[in-house]
């Protein structure tokens, strides 16, 4: 895919990210490891943290929403499916190794939705494309904001 200043739709960018690839642009090889992205898109030349130092806060507390949403609908599911002798202990149990797991498994998911949102929030502009691949620093000058 060519590096484009385009602006695809929200349901582009959430799909790209759910796909772990980069929103801006859906370019493969955005992370060096499960828990660690890249700069920069191998593709686009965006900067995966837009230029902010805590830019991932934001999908951090996005993982642990999402988590934690879908953890309780499972418990609520298993309760009501078991009621009226739930078993309490391994509810217990069980919710807290899920939970532990599932933030460990949705951090990559919640990076790269965290930036979509961000993307269909706040896109991308020519400029700003420019500043990413030019490598610059916060310090240098403000980004253009919409």
């Known amino acids: 895919m060519s590096p484009t200043t ?3 739709t929200t349901w582009q960018l959430i799909t790209r990210a759910v796909r772990l690839r980069c929103p801006h642009c859906g370019g ?5 490891s499960f828990f660690a992205l890249k700069t920069n898109c191998p593709t686009c030349g965006l900067r995966l943290e837009r230029g902010e130092g805590d830019y991932f ?5 996005f993982n642990l929403i999402a988590v ?5 609908f ?14 309490w202990n391994v509810i217990t149990y069980v919710t807290g190794f899920l939970m532990l ?6 951090y990559p998911f919640s990076k790269t939705t965290w930036l ?7 896109p991308m502009s020519s400029e700003e494309l420019n500043w990413h691949r030019e490598g ?8 253009p904001h919409v």
């Open 6 to 8: 385009t602006r695809a």
């Open 74 to 87: 499972c418990v609520g599911s298993f309760v009501i499916a078991t009621w009226p002798n739930p078993p």
């Open 57 to 61: 806060v934001g999908a951090y507390l």
């Open 101 to 106: 797991a599932g933030c460990v498994l949705c």
């Open 136 to 143: 610059g620093s916060m310090g240098e000058r403000e980004l």
């Open 116 to 122: 979509a949102v961000d993307l269909a929030i706040r």
């Open 28 to 32: 493969r090889g955005i992370f060096k």
């Open 68 to 72: 934690e949403l879908i953890l309780a």
